[in-house]
């Protein structure tokens, strides 16, 4: 049974007469539980009581660990969740620069959604979809405290934030408009003859097959023209395809943690993709195939978009040193001790950027009408709604996907006047014969159908 204590005020190093009650009861292991500041005998009775109850009910949250600040419970959460190393590095980010300075060394108890959704909406100064995954992350490691018992309730569950309005809305868009973009074909194709055959390549494949900048720089020549093979109108589908690998799929960069935390260096490794819809496989339309091919065949190294030496690209040098120069041109330099001439470009499209051209894919993909079920399939995007059951890509819809990007980069190269991208590498300048679909439809014998 709960009872209570007088707790005697001390001044100068000597009890008063002067007092407080404490509440008392036994915890679930046995040992005495305590809270002290209680005005009356009454109300420390009550709330001991009310503890034990909680005890009997199975439902029982110690009260010194509702005090444990977030800073200190946060830290041990993200011991105990690891995640993809990118995602912990993006985590932490999270609680350094928008969180901890905030909520660090409040109370678990006192954390409430009122609170919360003020400082993500009035004190937070950063873009809102960030404000959103900081409040994300808050309602994770309160949820965790719970589950420890910590806490009886999540206060932040399934609570909608607040969002800005008016000129607030405006300041808050996330100001990406450069990254928003697609590119036309043409101006795919003029990018990748001037970045040449090898870096070309790489943006030429980025904007015919969506893989995104982890997946591409991770691309080894084993999962590259693999063989797609289905039951098609009584004989068989194939066409080549690009598989993203589920277990090393994805080259991740980050600011590497320890599991406190501290930060340990760049990582630049091989990981799986972030989720299970972008570990796929992507059908190659036969323009593209045949350049994989032929560049298979002279490149000297595993991974199909590394640098010249082997090694794995980091994406600002990447970037940095051929992306920017090409879309946005450069000034022409002479040739002096130490420096070789160099030829000015004129800008093709400024600002454009890898990410885009992985819209620009989508983009034609929604241009020629790919069906819904395949180009969500192809993005590695997950699909909303229940279609995402119901409904499948097929060998007919793989098809005309097929042909209507390959119609697209045929009229591009006709607009441009070409017959080949690269003219200097040997053998392509022979190309001027139709390529047919990499796809052959057999009857169950065998034969070609």
């Known amino acids: 049974m709960a009872w209570a204590e007088k707790v005697y005020k001390v001044r100068n190093g000597k009890q008063t007469k002067m007092f407080t009650w404490r509440a008392r009861w036994t915890k679930p292991d046995g040992k005495p539980g305590t809270w002290p500041g209680f005005p009356t005998k009454k109300l420390a009775e009550e709330y001991g009581e009310k503890q034990e109850a909680a005890i009997r009910a199975g439902r029982y949250i110690d009260p010194t660990k509702q005090q444990e600040k977030f800073g200190v419970f946060a830290r041990r959460w993200m011991k105990a969740k690891p995640k993809r190393g990118a995602t912990v590095a993006k985590r932490w980010n999270l609680l350094e620069q928008h969180i901890f300075p905030k909520w660090e060394h409040v109370s678990l108890i006192n954390i409430t959604w009122f609170d919360v959704d003020d400082w993500q909406l009035n004190e937070l100064s950063c873009e809102s979809v960030t404000a959103g995954h900081a409040v994300s992350l808050m309602s994770s490691i309160m949820t965790g405290a719970v589950d420890a018992r910590y806490l009886e309730v999540n206060p932040l569950y399934g609570r909608r934030r607040t969002l800005p309005t008016g000129a607030a809305a405006a300041l808050a868009r996330p100001k990406k408009a450069a990254e928003e973009k697609w590119a036309p074909p043409e101006v795919v194709l003029q990018m990748a003859r001037r970045l040449g055959p090898d870096i070309g390549l790489h943006v030429l494949t980025t904007a015919f097959t969506g893989l995104g900048w982890g997946e591409s720089t991770a691309l080894h020549r084993d ?114 001790r130490g420096r070789a001439e160099r030829a000015g470009w004129e800008p093709i499209m400024p600002g454009l950027t890898m990410r885009d051209l992985r819209h620009t894919h989508d983009t034609y993909q929604d241009q020629i009408g790919v069906k819904a079920s395949l180009a969500y399939d192809q993005a590695g995007h997950l699909r909303p709604g229940i279609k995402q059951v119901y409904q499948h890509p097929t060998p007919a819809m793989r098809r005309e996907r097929l042909k209507g990007l390959e119609r697209i980069y045929r009229r591009a190269m006709g607009n441009l006047k070409w017959t080949e991208i690269w003219p200097e590498v040997p053998d392509l300048a022979q190309r001027e014969r139709p390529l047919n679909l990499p796809e052959t439809i057999t009857g169950e014998s065998g034969a070609a159908a």
């Open 223 to 336: 999962n590259v023209l693999r063989t797609r093979r289905q039951a098609y109108d009584g004989g068989w589908f194939e066409c080549p395809i690009i598989r993203v690998d589920p277990e090393v799929g994805e080259l991740a960069e980050y600011e590497g943690r320890d599991p406190d935390g501290e930060k340990t260096g760049l990582v630049l490794q091989l990981e799986p993709p972030k989720n299970g819809n972008r570990a796929r496989d992507i059908d190659v339309p036969p323009f593209l195939a045949e350049l994989l091919r032929r560049h298979m065949l002279t490149w000297p190294h595993e991974y199909l978009f590394c640098t010249p030496s082997g090694a794995f690209w980091r994406r600002s040098n990447f970037t940095r040193a051929h992306i920017r120069p090409a879309a946005d041109g450069r000034e022409p330099l002479t040739k002096t």
